[in-house]
């Protein structure tokens, strides 16, 4: 098994992809793209924290909703963030109503703040060395490497909530962090040089 499909366009793709346009378009643009905005990141960390027990799916189709209640995923904005916003937020239909999650959201925008070299800086000092080549199946994708689990690790000493170490690997997946595009997929392998790649 590659893990590979092949869409109506004739490109071939990871077979995760498959399932819907809107997993195509994620898969195409975004998935894998180096991303070192701190902003940005702290957006993908909250939606991958969000995700926990819930398909990606979801979590894509309602992360317009998200940005309009979490005012963008402004770090500053949502570190201040008081009980009235919590309840406008587990108010909030657009979005996953799981208290803990949102408390989790605002607790890890002020940890962010706190972290001495942004989070930006965090993230990638444990991203791993690329790989030689892409994966051959994705059957061979871990869900939890070292790194995730040392990143998690850190992540929890600075005060971040919902970040385990599979979690960590997700996001180091959704943002350049990893290449776990298999072989064959028609998305070229991300360079990690030049300027900061921040897709939104």
């Known amino acids: 098994m590659t893990g590979l499909s092949v869409g109506a366009d004739g ?6 992809s498959a399932g819907s346009a809107d997993y195509r378009r994620y898969h195409d643009q975004e ?5 070192r905005d701190d902003d940005a990141l702290y957006e993908r960390l909250t939606l991958e924290a969000f995700q926990s027990g819930l398909s990606w799916l979801t979590i894509l189709r309602k992360r317009e909703a998200f940005r309009a209640a979490f005012d963008g ?5 949502v570190a201040g963030y008081g009980p009235a916003d919590v309840e406008r937020l587990l108010a909030d239909a657009g979005i996953v109503r799981n208290r803990a999650k949102i408390e989790a959201a605002v607790s890890n ?17 444990h991203a791993p060395a690329p790989r030689s080549a892409r994966l051959a199946s994705v059957d061979q ?13 850190e992540l929890k000493r600075h005060g971040l909530r919902f970040v385990g170490p599979t979690t960590a690997y997700a996001l ?3 943002t ?5 595009h298999v072989a064959g997929c028609h998305v070229p392998p991300p360079t990690r040089s030049g300027g900061p790649v921040v897709v939104r």
Request: with cysteine; net charge positive; proline share 6%.
């Open 31 to 35: 998935w894998g793209r180096p991303v």
């Open 109 to 125: 925008a002020r940890a962010v703040l706190d972290l001495p070299t942004g989070l930006s800086e965090l993230l990638w000092r």
């Open 73 to 77: 995923f402004r770090i500053e904005k």
């Open 11 to 16: 490109l071939a793709r990871c077979g995760w």
């Open 141 to 153: 994708v871990p869900a939890v490497t070292a790194e995730s689990t040392a990143l998690a690790r």
């Open 176 to 180: 350049g962090m990893v290449d776990d």
């Open 172 to 174: 180091m997946q959704a």
